[in-house]
């Protein structure tokens, strides 16, 4: 069962609840030590659980639940205490800033199951939500819920982290009723106070029937969202998630307080409300997201997966290669079934209207000899830096005529190899809306141009499109090909942050890109399109380029190790065809620095054998 949807469903409970506290409260119908006194009185009726098993705990784990309970009843007592003195829409948002915070620190501290990425992303959107609300509040309604707050969401807190504690030890049942027995242990404590017990009973002699009435209602109806919370508690793996999801209440209690006037909305707080919601429901999504990659199918493991290289003689030239021999060793000594070439604008055209073939027939002459199927990329930004290759001679042009240009090419490339049964697919641009590398501002619709040239001049093959797998959108390329390709980088240089921190690793496990791929799917409305990886990093990727770090450096960012790691990797994504990157490098190693480690691992992944 699904923790989250569990604790969505408690908190549109509590959320309810609490607006009709607010209620009461405003009215002084009630006093705070009352009101706490009557709450841990209802603990009571987790006796009700006896039948069903709470023996069998450790004197240890009762300990832990009873002083859980302790705690939840102290922390509503400092919630009613603040609420008396401030609005219920800056009390609740400063509790679900501060309780998940010390929440996480706590339960981290104490050796808990961390939060994944998407897991930390979430969560940190749902604070931010909870951070606008609160910053709407003037600011002497801020200070004066300041210390009530604070001592709130620290009880709170406590309690959350030592229920989910007690949880990891035994049942559900038994744990919720100890941490019952708990608040009903506070209640003997209260009453054995002369001046506590007085002031209880003064106060539910003043309290008129109606008041009682829609007291106990409401906290009954409050009962049922709190078991719901504590069972979406029993689930999760981190006490700090279910916390966070309470800034799912000022949804609710924005929309009953807002109907029953209980609290003012206009101006600058109706938008700031309605902006903060809308991030709350980000990170409502966000966590959707995260669970929904958890309920996946399985990967099949058996399923068939093909191999493939990309190759690019202007790399090669990079390495100090001779980029001939290079392709040759690859095709000869690694023999790829799939390959990806690239048709290079700069190196075909170098003068305009002169045309130059004869690297790419070379290659694709190769290719056709050893039997391999060829996709063959082309446009204006395809692979390697600076990702836009444009001639000398069509750098100055203006946009327009410089698209005019690359259409007259691309006619003159498609007409040549349209016939070649070499050629089994037509990349059509290289990851085209991705903003990265050097290229020139494109005219709107350049893709689709492009791609409806192709259709006229080729109708028989296939057209691939590509995006980023991190950070690219997906839907707007995928819907225009008849095959789409992403990308997969794990370990990257990222240029606004890389001077700080260095090279990072993307906290991406492989359902991020089931998950994506699901997504878009759905979108663009076709399940049957073949979505494959078009470019596997296996080369690293450093503060300069590769032929400019030392080989120490090389083989630190990417071990071999490393490589092996992002193979298996890669095939958790459930993806069937794979374009490793990086064969130039495998070369470079293998003859200039006589490390064969690389050309041996993909040696073995190409001929289907165990490493």
Request: charged letters at 20%; hydrophobic letters at 50%; a neutral charge.
């Amino acid at each position: 069962m699904n923790w989250l949807f569990i604790a969505t469903i408690a908190q549109i409970i509590l959320g309810s609840s609490a607006v009709f506290d607010k209620l009461l409260i405003h009215r002084r119908s009630i006093d705070p030590i009352v009101y706490s006194f009557w709450l841990g009185v209802l603990g009571l009726f987790a006796f009700l659980l006896v039948p069903f098993g709470v023996g069998g705990v450790s004197v240890e784990t009762i300990v832990w639940a009873l002083l859980g309970g302790v705690f939840f009843i102290i922390a509503f007592f400092f919630l009613y205490w603040t609420l008396e003195r401030g609005e219920a829409s800056a009390v609740f948002p400063f509790i679900g800033i501060t309780s998940p915070i010390i929440t996480f620190f706590f339960f981290n501290f104490l050796g808990g199951e961390p939060l994944s990425f998407v897991h930390v992303l979430g969560f940190l959107i749902f604070i931010f939500g909870a951070v606008i609300l609160f910053f709407l509040e003037q600011k002497n309604a801020r200070s004066r819920i300041f210390f009530g707050g604070c001592a709130s969401a620290i009880f709170f807190a406590g309690s959350l982290v030592l229920s989910k504690i007690v949880f990891l030890h035994v049942s559900f049942i038994a744990g919720f009723f100890w941490m019952k027995m708990g608040g009903v242990l506070v209640v003997f404590t209260m009453m054995c106070v002369p001046s506590v017990r007085k002031k209880i009973f003064l106060a539910s002699k003043k309290i008129s029937h109606h008041s009682k009435i829609f007291y106990f209602s409401n906290r009954a109806y409050a009962a049922c969202g709190s078991v719901l919370a504590y069972f979406a508690l029993f689930l999760a793996p981190n006490p700090a998630l279910v916390d966070v999801t309470q800034n799912i209440k000022f949804i609710v209690i924005f929309i009953f307080a807002w109907c029953i006037g209980v609290e003012r909305f206009s101006g600058r707080v109706l938008f700031g409300k309605f902006a903060a919601l809308a991030v709350i429901i980000i990170g409502f999504f966000v966590f959707s997201a995260e669970e929904y990659t958890k309920n996946l199918l399985p990967v099949r493991e058996d399923r068939p997966i093909v191999w493939g290289v990309t190759f690019s003689q202007k790399f090669a030239e990079q390495l100090s290669l001779d980029w001939k021999k290079t392709y040759g060793a690859i095709m000869d000594e690694l023999n790829p079934k799939k390959l990806r070439l690239v048709a290079y604008w700069d190196r075909i055209e170098k003068e305009s209207g002169q045309f130059d073939f004869s690297e790419l027939d070379f290659q694709l002459a190769l290719a056709r000899a050893k039997g391999s199927e060829v996709v063959v990329a082309i446009g204006m930004k395809v692979p390697r830096w600076p990702e836009c290759h444009i001639p000398k001679w069509a750098q100055s042009l203006a946009t327009e005529e410089r698209e005019a240009m690359l259409q007259k090419y691309l006619t003159v490339l498609i007409e040549r190899y349209r016939a070649d049964s070499r050629v089994y697919m037509w990349q059509v641009e290289n990851e085209p809306y991705l903003m990265f590398g050097r290229c020139p501002s494109r005219e709107d619709g350049f893709l689709e141009k492009e791609i409806e040239l192709v259709r006229s001049l080729d109708p028989q093959r296939k057209i691939l499109t590509t995006d980023g797998g991190e950070f690219g959108l997906w839907v707007g390329t995928a819907r225009n090909g008849d095959l789409f390709g992403t990308t997969m980088y794990r370990k990257v240089y990222p240029s606004f942050i890389g001077p700080i921190f260095g090279t990072v690793e993307y906290p991406l496990s492989p359902e991020y890109f089931r998950l994506k791929e699901k997504i878009t799917r759905a979108v663009i409305g076709d399940y049957a399109k073949k979505f494959l990886v078009i470019e596997l990093q296996a080369e690293p990727w450093g503060h300069t380029e590769i032929n400019n770090l030392l080989y120490e450096e090389q083989i630190a960012l990417f071990s071999p190790e490393y490589f092996i790691e992002t193979i298996e990797y890669a095939k958790k994504t459930n993806f069937e065809e794979y374009y490793l990157w990086g064969a130039e490098w495998w070369y470079f190693l293998k003859n200039k620095k006589s490390d064969s480690r690389y050309w041996i691992i993909v040696q073995m992944l190409l001929n289907n054998k165990e490493r």
